[in-house]
């Protein structure tokens, strides 16, 4: 099997990661277990593009075996339970685009890893596929940003900080590039005037960012998130006049936050969020090479504690009566009207790294292949799911999961 850099023309790691696993499959690859123990001669998983289908039906559960991580430890204390009232979830039928099925024939066709239903306080529905385990870690993508969006909203309820000051009163490394003259709040809900191509493709900043958690590079390329955070040009229109996606903000705000605590992203999570929050397993993160934790989408957790920290989104920031985050931030987040998302009129808009869903007033972390969660307090109703969507139609994908998790609310709802 070819390395990526043997190719003879220039590829995109997406069409790396289609190419590689169709000739490791001719090779003998099992597509289900590519590192089999009993085949120590198997073909080798690349170096670049493993965190993209098709090879992510197995490697967003096994990111350490791939990618150098910090661990997130979840504390010494007890763990939060989480109380079981099963319901009849997996039977409602819900009308997708393309016809109606229930719940569970939905999550059998949507390259499900794991789901998670919490109403009330408890889990009324729960299923785990595709070998996925409940002590087994996920990659969470961009769903880590709205861990970082919301240890923000901690640390400046708190006092540590001032979301509405330039970014470069803390950074001022920075005052050379586009970020010059940007809040700490337009980064945390994207709308700074720079230009970062996230897509990922060819010659993008997001592929720059993709390439940092791949050991495999182009030498004269980037190798840390710091680097590309220099390298960002001159803004193209004016901070705060339009969302725009971009990972690269994301990461600004960590090192933000790394700058005012003098902690790392690993740290901060586990002391912030993860203890306080009483997760039963460890999460981890992903580093780049100067040690940096991603904190655009390299936070990864099972299942359950990825439900925990909805639920607690779900109370309001309070666990067993102590408050971990500010009511006001979570309101804040819930009502404030940023850019408007364009183009989507089911998230209306994006804040402080959420999702909103302006008519259910609730709110939705997302990231790529399928990871995503629904907060929406007014219900008592939060929903977790970890997926390894293939790289085209996601648009759609992610609607039916909407579409299924909004079911699942209506139904509990009318209980």
């Not at 607690?312 to 309101?331: A, C, F, K, N, V």
């Not at 759609?396 to 009318?414: H, K, N, P, T, V």
């Amino acid at each position: 099997m070819k390395s990526s850099s043997e190719f003879e023309e220039p590829m995109s790691q997406f069409e790396i990661a289609e190419r590689t696993f169709q000739e490791a499959v001719k090779a003998g690859l099992d597509p289900a277990n590519p590192r089999d123990p009993r085949e120590p001669g198997a073909p080798f998983i690349p170096q670049v593009a493993w965190k993209l289908s098709p090879w992510s039906q197995w490697s967003f559960q096994h990111i350490r075996e791939m990618a150098p991580t910090a661990p997130i430890w979840r504390g010494s204390g007890s763990v939060q339970a989480l109380p079981q009232s099963p319901q009849p979830v997996g039977d409602i039928i819900v009308n997708f685009r393309d016809g109606k099925r229930t719940v569970n024939d939905h999550l059998e066709r949507s390259y499900t890893d794991g789901f998670l239903v919490l109403h009330r306080g408890r889990i009324v529905f729960e299923r785990y596929l595709n070998n996925l385990a409940p002590q087994t870690q996920h990659l969470l993508m961009s769903a880590t940003k709205s861990f970082t969006g919301t240890l923000a909203g901690i640390l400046a309820g708190k006092g540590l900080f001032d979301v509405r000051r330039p970014v470069t009163d803390f950074l001022p490394e920075l005052g050379v590039t586009g970020y010059r003259g940007a809040t700490v709040q337009q980064c945390l809900d994207m709308t700074t005037g720079i230009a970062a191509d996230d897509s990922g493709n060819l010659g993008t900043v997001g592929e720059k960012m993709d390439y940092c958690w791949y050991r495999a590079r182009p030498s004269s390329w980037l190798r840390t998130y710091w680097e590309i955070a220099l390298s960002i040009g001159e803004q193209v229109r004016p901070h705060g006049a339009k969302f725009d996606y971009k990972s690269i903000d994301t990461a600004v705000v960590g090192f933000v936050l790394q700058r005012v605590t003098g902690l790392s992203m690993a740290d901060l999570l586990s002391q912030e969020i993860w203890a306080p929050m009483r997760a039963q397993e460890d999460a981890y993160v992903v580093l780049d090479d100067s040690g940096f934790g991603l904190a655009s989408g390299g936070m990864c957790a099972t299942l359950r504690d990825f439900g925990r920290f909805a639920q607690l989104m779900t109370q309001g920031g309070i666990l067993d009566g102590r408050r971990i985050l500010p009511q006001s931030w979570i309101e804040e987040t819930l009502n404030r009207k940023t850019a408007p998302v364009e183009g989507d009129q089911s998230l209306a808009y994006y804040s402080n790294f959420w999702w909103v869903d302006a008519k259910h007033r609730a709110l939705w972390a997302v990231g790529h292949g399928g990871q995503q969660a629904y907060v929406e307090p007014d219900a008592e109703f939060a929903a977790v799911k970890l997926s390894y969507f293939p790289e085209y139609d996601t648009d759609e994908r992610f609607g039916d999961d909407r579409a299924a998790i909004l079911a699942i609310r209506a139904a509990l709802s009318e209980e």
